[in-house]
Every structure is written in C-alpha cells, then in structure tokens.
C-alpha cells in the first residue's frame, strides 16, 4: 500500500542531497512518457495560479493534470486530474509501478517529495498537459528535472531560508534559476526578482516575460468578471492573471465560464458564515490577508513552526486580530506553547488555547497547512 510506503519516509530532513532526484531520474527517464510541463515556482500562489490554469485547460477540452502540494487532510489532494483528486486504485497500481522501475536502493533514498513527485509523472502519462508546481525551491526541486514547456513565477519572498539563501537575492537566485528557455513573471514585491530576472535573460539567453504584457484590456475585464463572480480578494486575482497569461501564452482562447469552481480550497476559504481558512504560513501571506481582510476583526486560530518568522507575521495580522487561539499541531518542529505565549504578550495580544468555535465570533485559522489540518479535525470530531 503507498500509504503505509509513504509513511515510513520522513516528510523533512535537516539537509538535502540536491543530486539524488537528477540521478535517479535519469536513470529511469526513458520508461517515462511525458506530457507539455508548465512548471510554477515562487513562494506564495503556486496552488492557486496552477489550479486556476489546470481548470480552464480541463474546461477547453485539454486531458490535463495538477501536482501541488503539501495536502490538508488527505493525499489524493495532491495529484489533481481532470477535475478530480486522483482514487487510491490509480495511486496504489502507481506505486506498484514505479517500485519495478526504480532499484531498491533508490527507492530507499528518494525522499517523501521527490517518489511522489515521480509517482504523480506516472499517473500523468496520458494527459496533455501537467502543471506542476514546485515544492520549497526552485533549480534544485525534485520538480525541475524535467523538461518544461514554460515556468510561472508567483511572487518571490523570504521563506525556507535554511534551504535556499537568507536574502531575497539569494532566493530569488535559485529560484530562477529552475527556468529552462521561457517563463511568465508575475507581479513582484522586491526588486531583486526583477534584477535577477534580467541578468538570466542576459547571461543564459532565455526570454522572461512580464504578466501585464500578455494581458489586454479583453483580458482584464475577463479578470473583473471572474473575479466578482468566485469572489476573489486581490492576491487571488493576481494568481488568476497569471494563469490567464499563460493562456495568452500558449495562444488557446478562452471565456470566463472556464474558471468556474476553479478555487483551491484553504485559501481564504470560507469554510462557515464565522469561519476562515487558510493555509499560508510566511509574511507575504499575511500580508496579502490582512489587505484583504482590512476593517473587520477575528479571532486568529494559530501555530507556527519554529524556523517561520512568526513574530512578524503576528505583527502584520494585528490590526485585524481581537485574540488569539493557540491550537495543538502534533509536530516536533511546531514551537513550544510557552515561548509562542510569549511572543503573542509581547505584541499586546490577549491568547488562549483553543478549544471550540462560537458562533458569535469571527474566526481566521491560519499558520500553515498543518494547522489548517489541526483545525479541521478537531472541528469534525
């Protein structure tokens, strides 16, 4: 069973052998039948973008798949295919297969991420087109081993330092740098990304395109209309334009009926009337919800891993935030209760733990996947 596989592999290592997954792939890559790869990297958005651009393909009549991740509650999340999670029938004679093609010993080595990954190219052989999204980096991710049609960039910004660089530059650096011959920019937060950006076009002759210039004015009353229609906050839109570039891109037309229920869930979900989902975790993520959710006032039901600038991005929610909640997240790289109490007084927050939502309160649950995860069992028992 893949499930019981998966499990015995680590979800994190403390360090990465960025060589392994191109080794082994190429060992195995000619039992491979590949589709067109639209590959999206970034640091906010690539769930959303991909989902946005996977339906509208799977609307126009396009066999297509979308491998995104991590999950909320359930694995078959994570390999998206023509309009549906993927059974666990597909799934399990996947990994039936994928177990003949590799050694022993690879199978062994490849992390949780990286057999996945080749577990998702499988199960996409018949489809015409993959989105496929990046996991935590950019030129070194189990992703960008293979060829790529077409790379999205989402907006760039600080986020798993300890694995790609502790400036923007650095970042932004290794995530461009997963792009093959021609990519789609979208709209930035820093600068650098744009430096970086231009300095690859210069130097390894590959063409990067800005969002705006493959949109027309057709395209950005599309973008109103769809937007008002599946109720989309600003951030949502942008990740929107970016997936209808790609269209533009590709030079396949298309109508605002092909975005219908195109929304990934966790992301601003409203889940109840009083209740709101999300699965961000960095502060380009609050920063995002806060403008959306500007003027109103929730109870933030809350965790954070150790390594996330947690302080900050408490900081950026305050001014929507009336309290906060701690909820348990059964991880060891969670913080510790009392030092996130502590944080949380600093800022002149009051906290309690949490235990049940009221139905007079507002409540935004927020802090990463897992603590949407948290949240939604302990709702539904």
Same mark, same amino acid.
Request: proline fraction near 2%; avoid cysteine.
């Given at each position: 069973?893949?499930?019981?596989?998966?499990?015995?592999?680590?979800?994190?290592?403390?360090?990465?052998?960025?060589?392994?997954?191109?080794?082994?792939?190429?060992?195995?890559?000619?039992?491979?039948?590949?589709?067109?790869?639209?590959?999206?990297?970034?640091?906010?958005?690539?769930?959303?973008?991909?989902?946005?651009?996977?339906?509208?393909?799977?609307?126009?009549?396009?066999?297509?798949?979308?491998?995104?991740?991590?999950?909320?509650?359930?694995?078959?999340?994570?390999?998206?295919?023509?309009?549906?999670?993927?059974?666990?029938?597909?799934?399990?004679?996947?990994?039936?297969?994928?177990?003949?093609?590799?050694?022993?010993?690879?199978?062994?080595?490849?992390?949780?991420?990286?057999?996945?990954?080749?577990?998702?190219?499988?199960?996409?052989?018949?489809?015409?087109?993959?989105?496929?999204?990046?996991?935590?980096?950019?030129?070194?991710?189990?992703?960008?081993?293979?060829?790529?049609?077409?790379?999205?960039?989402?907006?760039?910004?600080?986020?798993?330092?300890?694995?790609?660089?502790?400036?923007?530059?650095?970042?932004?650096?290794?995530?461009?740098?997963?792009?093959?011959?021609?990519?789609?920019?979208?709209?930035?937060?820093?600068?650098?990304?744009?430096?970086?950006?231009?300095? #690859?076009?210069?130097?390894?002759? /590959?063409?990067?395109?800005?969002?705006?210039?493959?949109? *027309? $004015? !057709?395209?950005? @009353? +599309?973008?109103?209309?769809?937007?008002?229609?599946?109720?989309?906050?600003?951030?949502?839109?942008?990740?929107?334009?970016?997936?209808?570039?790609?269209?533009?891109?590709?030079?396949?037309?298309?109508?605002?009926?092909?975005?219908?229920?195109?929304?990934?869930?966790?992301?601003?979900?409203?889940?109840?009337?009083?209740?709101?989902?999300?699965?961000?975790?960095?502060?380009?993520?609050?920063?995002?919800?806060?403008?959306?959710?500007?003027?109103?006032?929730?109870?933030?039901?809350?965790?954070?891993?150790?390594?996330?600038?947690?302080?900050?991005? #408490?900081?950026?929610?305050?001014? /929507?935030?009336?309290?906060?909640?701690?909820?348990?997240? *059964? $991880? !060891?790289?969670? @913080? +510790?209760?009392?030092?996130?109490?502590?944080?949380?007084?600093?800022?002149?927050?009051?906290?309690?733990?949490?235990?049940?939502?009221?139905?007079?309160?507002?409540?935004?649950?927020?802090?990463?996947?897992?603590?949407?995860?948290?949240?939604?069992?302990?709702?539904?028992?």
């Amino acid at each position: 069973m893949l499930e019981t596989f998966l499990n015995a592999k680590p979800l994190y290592y403390d360090t990465i052998d960025y060589g392994r997954m191109p080794r082994i792939y190429d060992s195995i890559k000619e039992q491979f039948k590949l589709p067109k790869i639209i590959h999206i990297i970034g640091t906010n958005g690539k769930g959303t973008t991909g989902r946005f651009l996977a339906t509208a393909l799977h609307s126009l009549g396009f066999s297509v798949g979308h491998y995104t991740s991590p999950h909320i509650l359930n694995f078959n999340e994570r390999i998206w295919k023509n309009g549906r999670n993927i059974d666990t029938k597909t799934l399990d004679d996947a990994h039936q297969k994928l177990l003949t093609l590799l050694s022993p010993v690879d199978t062994e080595a490849l992390s949780y991420f990286e057999y996945t990954t080749l577990l998702a190219m499988l199960i996409y052989e018949d489809v015409e087109y993959v989105v496929l999204e990046a996991g935590l980096g950019g030129e070194y991710d189990a992703t960008a081993v293979f060829p790529k049609l077409l790379t999205l960039v989402t907006p760039i910004a600080k986020d798993h330092e300890a694995f790609l660089g502790n400036d923007i530059k650095s970042i932004a650096t290794t995530k461009l740098n997963a792009i093959d011959k021609e990519a789609i920019l979208a709209k930035q937060n820093f600068k650098e990304v744009y430096e970086i950006a231009d300095a #690859l076009e210069r130097d390894r002759g /590959i063409q990067i395109y800005s969002m705006d210039s493959l949109l *027309d $004015d !057709a395209d950005r @009353e +599309k973008v109103e209309e769809i937007s008002r229609e599946n109720h989309l906050v600003e951030y949502l839109e942008d990740n929107l334009k970016l997936a209808i570039s790609a269209l533009k891109y590709l030079h396949i037309a298309y109508d605002v009926k092909d975005f219908q229920k195109s929304r990934l869930y966790g992301r601003l979900t409203k889940f109840r009337e009083n209740i709101i989902l999300d699965v961000g975790h960095n502060t380009l993520a609050a920063s995002a919800i806060q403008k959306s959710l500007q003027g109103s006032q929730y109870t933030l039901i809350y965790n954070s891993y150790k390594d996330k600038n947690y302080e900050e991005i #408490l900081h950026i929610l305050k001014p /929507i935030i009336s309290e906060v909640e701690i909820i348990e997240v *059964d $991880d !060891a790289r969670v @913080e +510790k209760r009392e030092v996130m109490q502590e944080t949380i007084k600093s800022l002149h927050l009051n906290y309690a733990p949490f235990h049940k939502t009221l139905k007079q309160k507002n409540y935004l649950v927020f802090g990463s996947f897992s603590v949407v995860e948290a949240f939604l069992k302990a709702y539904n028992e």
